[in-house]
């Protein structure tokens, strides 16, 4: 749901899944083979104060440069799509200044972007300072260094784009949990409709032609879920039919474009997508098809829009840029990543999913329930561990609302008023210094009480897992909604098949998973 940045419990580490090499530097795919047979952040003092016992952290001055202007955008750029690549940008950033906090340029630069300079914090323990609303501001950060134009969202700037200061900001997203709560009961049942829907696409396809792309399927079966849950409208039965995921593709590409790598050619795409933004007037009319949907299905909720002092035509912009946007890029993205990392995890935790997931439905009368849900801690873990490894909104941003000291593992930095910060979450939360085998995925990582206190650490939703959120803050109005959608994938994909057979190669958002085998459940 709506988060600020960018594209939705018991827990103690005992598994450790292989160390498998991402195929995600490559077009290459490659197969997996699995079988069952076989409270509130408490702003930072003027100066560090180390606690007794601590060594006090060393005040010094934030390393790196900007460079020439233009130039120096426009090579960190190069760097950071093409000569390098994204995680390997930073991590050379690091070892070049031997800190996780410096200056540098964040994409897309010129001549979308007017101020690419930013302050990156690339450790677990800076990072957080992004939440802190008493310390920095969100006003229209939502994709970073530049916004794309509300010709896209139509004419609002919708409530991502919205610092907390400002009024509206706690109307929209004052609806956006009326909504939540409102069509609570409807979700896990169209969940298990929408789904089944997607599995039997897939045995089908599989039977047929050996493989199915998981992709496709999820894309259809996201965004029919999310209509039928929150507006109780199945979109093949209107005038949309099956559009909505394609007309929505297109439309997010001409709000990210600027920051994404489709794989063209290195100076067409440099010249299409990063150097200057697409006009919005080649997506009206698809826009304005969504829209008409999203107007005709939602009137309930714009009743309660209107008595919140938000017109009916704002309030369906941002009920849309909430499903489409935020739910349904938040699923596009996370949930092919999160099968890829079960996919990985092997036999072991595959076989004590199914063994606890079908256990847990078992003992609650043979029906999924919440109650049921939690019983499965390993599965609850699992998510968490996926939601760690890999959060599905990597980038997050806040500019500096007056002089801060922000404190790495290793030293203490001044930034000042005004200034830009940035913050890459993967490796916020793959900081050695917090997680053991921080870069494997461990499945049983969160179970137990020792397990539990690492929540903390998982960021994914804009905000600490530990926290929720508020019309203060800018953690994702649908948090809870994110991960219980995401609970329901493994519980359905677990209660339906012991093993599955997956090629894992590379998209602009993330993973492109094939399935090609589906073992029924056996026991």
């Known amino acids: 749901m709506a988060s600020s940045s960018l594209p939705f419990t018991s827990l103690h580490p005992q598994f450790v899944s292989p160390n498998t090499k991402s195929s995600t530097t490559r077009l290459s795919s490659r197969r997996i083979r699995a079988s069952v047979s076989e409270k509130p952040p408490v702003p930072a003092p003027a100066v560090a104060v180390p606690a007794k016992g601590e060594t006090k952290l060393p005040l010094k001055k934030i390393p790196g440069n900007y460079g020439v202007p233009i130039v120096g955008p426009f090579k960190d750029r190069l760097d950071y799509f093409y000569n390098q690549g994204r995680d390997e940008f930073f991590k050379s950033k690091i070892q070049k200044y031997n800190s996780t906090v410096f200056r540098t340029n ?12 930013v302050v990156a914090l690339l450790d677990g ?56 709560k409102s069509r609570r009961d409807h979700v896990i049942p169209e969940f298990q409709a929408s789904y089944n829907e997607l599995f039997e696409t897939l045995e089908k396809e599989v039977a047929e032609k050996g493989k199915s792309s998981f992709q496709t399927a999820n894309d259809q079966a996201g965004f029919n879920f999310l209509c039928r849950a929150f507006f109780g409208s199945n979109p093949p039965d209107t005038k949309l039919g099956t559009d909505g995921p394609s007309l929505i593709s297109k439309w997010v590409l001409f709000q990210l474009g600027p920051v994404l790598k489709l794989g063209l050619p290195k100076y067409v795409e440099e010249l299409l997508i990063h150097t200057f933004p697409l006009p919005p007037a080649l997506v009206k009319k698809d826009y304005q098809r969504l829209y008409d949907f999203f107007y005709e299905s939602s009137g309930s909720i714009q009743d309660e829009a209107e008595k919140l002092g938000i017109s009916r035509e704002e309030a369906c912009h941002n009920l849309l840029f909430a499903t489409c946007f935020n739910s349904f890029g938040g699923m596009k993205i996370f949930f092919p990543n999160m099968l890829k ?21 078992r003992s609650n009368g043979g029906k999924l329930t919440m109650a049921a849900m939690e019983q499965m801690p390993l599965m609850k873990s699992v998510v968490y561990e996926a939601l760690r490894i890999e959060p599905p909104v990597p980038l997050q941003y806040g500019r500096a609302k007056k002089d801060i000291v922000i404190e790495s593992h290793d030293a203490v930095f001044q930034v000042k008023q005004g200034e830009m910060l940035f913050g890459f979450q993967p490796f916020a939360t793959k900081d050695p210094k917090i997680f053991e085998r921080a ?3 461990v499945g049983e990582r969160f179970m137990g009480e020792e397990g539990e206190k690492l929540l903390k650490h998982v960021l994914w939703s804009n905000g600490p897992e530990t926290q929720q959120p508020t019309l203060g803050n800018k953690q ?26 997956i090629e894992v190669g590379k998209s602009a958002l993330g993973a492109a998973v094939t399935v090609t085998s589906l073992k029924r459940a056996s026991f």
Not at 107 to 115: A, K, M, R, T
Not at 344 to 356: D, Y
């Open 106 to 117: 964040m994409p897309p630069g010129p001549f979308i972007s007017q101020d690419p300079k």
């Open 125 to 180: 323990k800076s990072f957080p300072v992004l939440f802190d609303v008493t310390k920095v501001e969100k006003k229209d950060l939502f994709t970073g260094t530049y916004m794309p134009s509300t010709d896209l969202t139509g004419g609002y700037r919708i409530l991502s784009y919205l610092d907390p200061s400002e009024p509206k900001h706690a109307r929209l997203k004052q609806l956006l949990f009326f909504l939540l």
């Open 341 to 361: 990392w079960i996919g990985r995890a092997g036999i072991k935790l595959h076989n004590r999913l199914a063994t606890e997931i079908r256990s847990a439905i």
């Open 439 to 441: 870069e494997e995925f």
């Open 476 to 501: 994702c109005a649908g948090k809870d909604f994110v991960v219980l959608m995401s609970r329901l994938l493994v519980v359905e994909l677990f209660g339906r098949y012991d093993s599955f057979d």
